[in-house]
Every structure is written in C-alpha cells, then in structure tokens.
C-alpha cells in the first residue's frame, strides 16, 4: 500500500473519530496494526486558525510513525489533495469501534 501520494485516514479513538492525512502507510509487522507515517498538517499561517486540527497537531507533535489497530479503521483513501484534518465527537456513547453503524449514525 505504500505509494507516493496522500492518505486520508479515518478512525476511531477513545469515542471520537479523528481524520488525518499522512503520506506513507504500511500493514504494520505487529499483527492487526497499520502503521502511519508522515503526518500532513496545514502549514500556512492562516488568519482563522481550526482549533480541531490544532489539538491533532499537539496531539501528534514528535510522533514519527503511528500504529493503529486494523479494527479501529473505518475507512483509507488515496486522495489527490490534503483535507482538513479534524475530530468529531461520535453520536454514540461507545468506545468500542466493533459497531461502526452505531457510531456513523447509519
């Protein structure tokens, strides 16, 4: 799967479903892990700041390589350009990821 290009990444964490781009992704060596690399986050310095992809920036300052469980995954697209990244409180009050309809409001 690792290909030039970038990655949207959507998973869920703690309740909240967090979006982020990254440009290297890798089924990990430790069974049931995809491993994220590379992080993508706006670098312009902008008027209007977005507090939600702030807090991911904090959150992943100094991280060099991320190891998410496969079942915590809701979805992976190769995109042709960055989004925002953001986190969004679930509709659900599950932490587990085991029931993604639930969780999507589907």
Do not use: W
Not at 11 to 30: C, H, L, N, P, R
Not at 37 to 62: A, C, H, R
């Amino acid at each position: 799967m690792s290909k030039k290009g970038i990655y949207k990444i959507v998973f869920i964490q703690t309740g909240e479903i967090y979006e982020v781009y990254a440009k290297s992704i890798f089924q990990s060596d430790m069974y049931g892990f995809i491993e994220v690399e590379d992080y993508i986050f706006d670098q312009n310095s902008q008027i209007v700041v977005d507090p939600s992809e702030e807090k991911l920036k904090t959150e992943f300052k100094g991280v060099n390589r991320s190891y998410i469980p496969i079942n915590a995954i809701l979805r992976i697209d190769e995109v042709d350009k960055r989004g925002n990244a953001k986190i969004t409180k679930s509709k659900s009050r599950m932490l587990c990821p085991f029931l993604l309809q639930k969780l999507m409001g589907i």
